[in-house]
């Protein structure tokens, strides 16, 4: 078993950086994790009028029409997060002395409470419609049109997400992810109208990527997580163009998650003195998701 040292713990810091949670990847996917010098900076706005198409035709004498410009910087401030991961003394003792390691998961458990606070952020942007142009918000108006099991008859999933595909692509880009709530999603998987066109096509109904198909759009994604009260924070249906792999934030994108380099970051106050005293292993995050560009994004609420 290692040894416990004052300061930064390189090892408990490998396990916080390298944990990857599968829970949060919808949220991942519309705001991907790139990592930025320090805790402040600016990161750009996409949002501007820059894919605007004004008239060029010109009076004799008049003045030449302006283009605004595309991007905008605004400045921030990364938030800091922080937690203790605990393990008892008795505890420690007793699985060293069986060669178990017991800080290593305690400490992935304690990224993982960071990680589930980031992607509640990351739900509140997404799924809040004040967030984006009037254009790229739609609303449901029609009940035999929800997405449920009940309705799987009568609903037209994709005639909803058309035009938020095409606000997308009038905005310059190609939408190519897609954030559904759970419920939203198991019901999509026994809709008629779904399931004939997977018999259309051939598609096997329990392929993963059916909804991708049917849908066109390359990922879709079933967002499951929930709040302490039990309740999924993913609230509405996301259809956004995010780059899969960006190089930094300057990449054109519906959002991003802004992490400082070399974080998270575990601290340790060495061995503890007593065989009864136990350890606590600081968990510290320097980390941000924002919205970059919400004219690259949709959002549907009301199914």
Known sequence: MYKLRAGVDPIQTKIAQEAVFDDFAAGRALFPEVPVAKKTGTVPDFGGGGFALPSTLRAPNANYPELLPSVKFEKFVLDTHGIIAKVD???????????????????????????????RQRAAIACNSANYPAGNVFVNADPAQTWTKANKATAIPRQLVAPMKSVIRRAGKRQNVMVIPADKYD??????????YAAQTRLDPNDDNLLARYFGIERVYSANTED???YNYWTAVIVAYVPENPNSQHDVSFGYTLRQAGFPVVESKGRPDFEDEAVKNKVKDVVTPFMTGGKFGAILTGV
């Open 89 to 119: 003394g008795d505890e420690l003792k007793a699985a060293q002395e069986v060669g178990l390691d017991v800080i290593g998961p305690e400490t992935r458990k304690a990224q993982g409470v960071v990680a589930w606070n980031i992607d």
């Open 187 to 196: 019901a999509l998987l026994e809709n008629d109208d779904v399931l004939q």
């Open 228 to 230: 302490e009260n039990g």
